[in-house]
């Protein structure tokens, strides 16, 4: 894992300091870090094609592309959008929720929903499931380049 930071925390404020759990286990690891408030990380995660992700996380620019798998994803506030292949074929149902904020669904040049709450279900002839949750933002689905 490579971890960049947008704004410098200054020489005695490194990032391993504020890592509070990485524990690896053969089908899964579990990550938490506790940043200094102001702080603008940016983390850069490769993880295998074929990855399962469950990802809880507070304010967040996210960005999931080039990963096969379930994914359950849970945001607070941001930006949330996952670049998929071929949808249909990869996934069995993407579930998107927003509680105040939008939707876009990209691949088909949609407009955004600004329905608040939202809820919507996207289904498709896959294994995958996908649900997407946003407290406060945005969420997009693309097709990956």
Known sequence: MEVHLGASLGHELTPKRFLQEFVVGQKDADVEWKLPAGSLPVFDIYVPEQTALDLQLGKTNL????VRGDKAVSAGKG???LDVSD????YHSI?????MGSFADLRTGGNPSNHVPFHQELPGRGDATAHLQMAMGRIEIAKEN
């Open 63 to 66: 960005l999931v592309k080039g």
């Open 87 to 90: 949808a249909d074929s990869e």
């Open 95 to 99: 579930i998107v929720d927003v509680a």
């Open 79 to 81: 930006t949330m959008r």
